[in-house]
C-alpha cells in the first residue's frame, strides 16, 4: 500500500489552464456532450449510471442545470439560495435541485435546450473579472472527504469544464455508446488533471495512459508505475472506480 503526503490546502486552488485556452476547451466540451446526447438510442435514457442516485436522463438534467446556472449570474444566484435552503452538503443540494426542477423534461427538450445555452455559458464564464477569479470560493469544497479552498477561476476554468467531461464518459458507458478521446482536447484536460493528481500526493511515481489522449508523465525515483486507460485513470481519482495507493489520491470533477 503505497502512502501519500496529501494534507490540507490553505491556498485556494487555482486554475492552472490558461483562461483562452480554457474557455476553448469549455466550447469544445460542451459542443461534446450536445453530439453524445443527440446520438443516444431512446432505451439508454432511462439507463443507471455510475451516480447511483441517477439514470442517463437525470444526468443530463444536471449538465443543463449548470449549463444555465453559467450562462446567468441572476439564474446562478437563484440555484444557490434554493440549493441553501435544502441544507445538507452544498453540491448535493445544488445537482439535486437541478434534477428535480428538470423533472418533466423529455430528452428532446433537455437537448435542444442545453445546444440553445451552451454558448452564453461560454461567454458568461468567459466574462468573470480577473479579480474575482482570483478570490475563494465563499463555501469550502469536500474532496477526498477533506475540505478545501477553491478560488472562483478554478472553479469557472476548470472544474465546470471537467464535470461535463466526466460524465459524457459516464453517458457513453451506461448507454453503450462510443466515445472517441482526442489528444487535442480530452488529451489537454487529462494532463490537467494528471498534474493537479501528483501535486496533491507529492509521492514519486511512472504513469503511462493509453491511446491519443494518453501519455507519460513520471516525478522522482521509486515509486510505482501504472498503466491504464485515460478515462479509467479519471475514473479512478475521480472516486468512481476502485483505487487504492496513488490512485486513491482523489481530483474534482
Not at 3 to 24: G, H, N, Q, S
Not at 140 to 160: A, H, N, S, Y
Request: charged share 25%.
Amino acid at each position: 500500500m503505497n502512502t501519500t503526503t496529501e494534507t490540507a490546502r490553505a491556498e485556494p486552488w487555482p486554475a492552472a489552464i490558461p483562461r483562452p485556452a480554457a474557455m476553448e476547451l469549455a466550447a469544445t466540451e460542451y459542443q461534446r456532450v450536445v453530439a453524445l446526447l443527440r446520438r443516444l438510442p431512446e432505451p439508454a435514457w432511462s439507463a443507471p449510471t455510475d451516480c447511483p442516485a441517477w439514470d442517463v436522463r437525470q444526468m443530463a438534467a444536471h449538465l443543463l442545470g449548470m449549463v444555465e446556472m453559467a450562462a446567468s449570474i441572476r439564474e446562478q444566484v437563484r440555484q444557490m439560495r434554493k440549493a441553501r435552503r435544502r441544507g445538507g452538503p452544498f453540491l448535493d443540494a445544488l445537482t439535486g435541485l437541478q434534477v428535480d426542477e428538470r423533472r418533466e423534461m423529455a430528452p428532446a427538450a433537455i437537448i435542444d435546450r442545453y445546444a440553445l445555452r451552451w454558448p452564453k455559458a461560454v461567454a458568461g464564464r468567459r466574462h468573470v473579472p480577473r479579480l474575482a477569479r482570483r478570490r475563494p470560493l465563499p463555501i469550502k469544497q469536500v474532496v477526498g472527504g477533506r475540505e478545501e479552498p477553491w478560488t472562483i477561476g478554478f472553479l469557472m476554468d476548470v472544474i465546470l469544464t471537467r464535470d461535463p467531461w466526466m460524465h459524457r464518459i459516464d453517458i457513453a458507458r451506461a448507454a453503450g455508446v462510443p466515445n472517441p478521446l482526442t489528444a487535442e482536447h480530452d488529451g489537454v484536460l487529462v494532463a490537467d488533471v494528471v498534474a493537479e493528481w501528483a501535486t496533491r500526493h507529492g509521492c514519486p511515481y511512472d504513469l503511462q495512459l493509453s491511446g491519443p489522449a494518453g501519455g507519460s508523465w513520471s516525478s522522482g525515483r521509486g515509486g510505482p508505475r501504472f498503466e491504464l486507460d485515460p478515462a479509467d485513470f479519471c475514473r479512478m481519482v475521480s472516486g468512481r472506480q476502485p483505487a487504492d495507493g496513488l490512485l486513491a489520491t482523489q481530483v474534482p470533477f
